[in-house]
């Protein structure tokens, strides 16, 4: 199996706000069950591993992805101790999925944590009001700072740009993950974005033009597959210089290996894939959820070969560029270089 590396993103954390503004490449983590249907901490513990490898600058635990509402309350702690765990020897950024105090305050003391995922209120549309003033009052009461969570298709509740702008002047309140499409509101707050706040991208087949836009980075599922891949889409639109011909052919790929991956409810194709890449016990899914068809999980797997494919291009072109800077064919190797 082909698996670029690369250096982990370049996009981290500001300086200024070390530990709480989520940036780059955040892989939400899916939770891996055994053939007996009970929770695989060495899988999971091993998946952490292995994106942070590829070179994603931080973890979500616990988010939708990861079917929390399917869990007990001793394996949603378990599934958070594994990600404190690696996040913390690893130095990685760790969100956790929290959208109410009483989940907020059960990550008092965990010094892993950058920060909290939470949800805009769901089902009861409460209007923008009533979600900024909630999501103020979580915020006031939570032990860490909170990235909010803004997916009008599951919660029905939209927020326009100046809401999300009130949202961004809160204390407390450090981004905003944006599962929307690069819409009018996306384009109102990068426009004009506050100091020290960041936009992470939330739908996985837009994270290019939200890129484009100058979202800092993205909570994508999709990046358990071909990682360093969209590491390298960070990378290529992070200022001063834009690499505009990778951003381009590489977003496209990235765009249909995403849209592959949400063919059925996530995380079902997503876990379909890693199974059948070997790298968890069993594709399951608890339901509501139902496992994928194997035909969306072979058009994803179609979709992640031709992403590594253009990688090992990528790998190739980058080793005889290098190769032709110190003036020799096969110059790096001839001087030992790795």
């Given at each position: 199996?082909l698996?670029?590396r ?16 989520p940036t ?6 899916v939770?891996?069950?055994?053939a007996?249907g009970?929770?695989?901490l060495d ?5 952490a591993?292995?994106?942070l490898d ?8 616990l ?18 101790d594994?990600?404190c765990?690696?996040?913390?020897a690893?130095?990685?950024?760790l969100l ?5 105090t009483d ?9 892993a944590?950058a ?5 805009v ?6 209007g ?5 003033a ?5 915020a006031a009461a ?9 997916v009008?298709?599951r ?8 809401a999300l702008?009130?949202?961004a002047?809160?204390d ?6 944006l599962?929307?499409?690069a819409?009018?509101?996306a384009?109102?707050l990068?426009?004009d974005l506050?100091d ?21 980075g993205?909570v ?11 590491v ?10 834009v ?17 592959a991956c949400?063919?059925?409810p996530?995380p079902?194709?997503v876990?379909?894939v ?12 608890r339901l509501?959820?139902l496992p994928?068809s ?7 797997l179609?979709?992640l ?9 990528a ?21 030992g270089?790795p």
């Open positions: 199996m698996r670029a690369y250096p982990r993103s370049t996009l981290r954390l500001d300086s200024a706000q070390a530990g709480t503004v780059g490449v955040l892989v939400p983590l939770t891996p069950f055994a007996d009970s929770v695989d899988a999971l513990g091993s998946l591993h292995d994106v590829d070179g994603a600058s931080g973890l979500v635990a988010g939708t992805t990861a079917e929390p509402a399917s869990l007990t309350a001793d394996e949603q702690r378990a599934v958070l594994v990600a765990r690696v996040a913390g690893r130095g990685a950024t956790v999925g929290a959208s109410t989940a907020l305050d059960a990550l008092r003391g965990r010094t944590v920060a909290a995922l939470t949800l209120p769901p089902f009861v549309r409460a923008e009001a009533g979600a900024v909630h999501l103020t009052a979580l939570s032990p860490v700072p909170v990235v909010v969570y803004h009008p298709h919660t029905g509740q939209e927020l326009g740009g100046d702008r009130r949202l002047r809160v407390g309140i450090v981004g905003v993950k599962s929307t499409a819409d009018p509101a384009v109102a990068l426009g506050p020290l706040f960041h936009v992470l991208a939330g739908d996985d087949a837009v994270l290019a033009p939200m890129l484009a836009l100058g979202a800092s993205g994508l599922a999709s990046a358990h597959l071909g990682t360093a891949a969209f390298r889409l960070v990378d290529a639109w992070s200022a001063p210089r690499d505009l011909a990778t951003a381009r052919d590489l977003g496209a790929r990235l765009a249909r290996l995403s849209a949400f063919a059925e996530n079902a194709v876990k379909g890693l199974h059948a890449r070997g790298r968890i016990p069993t594709p399951s899914v509501p959820l994928a194997t035909a969306s999980v072979d058009a994803a179609a979709a070969d031709a992403v590594e494919a253009d990688a090992g291009e790998d190739a072109i980058d080793a005889g560029a290098a190769d032709r800077a110190l003036g020799t064919p096969g110059g790096r190797r001839a001087l270089a």
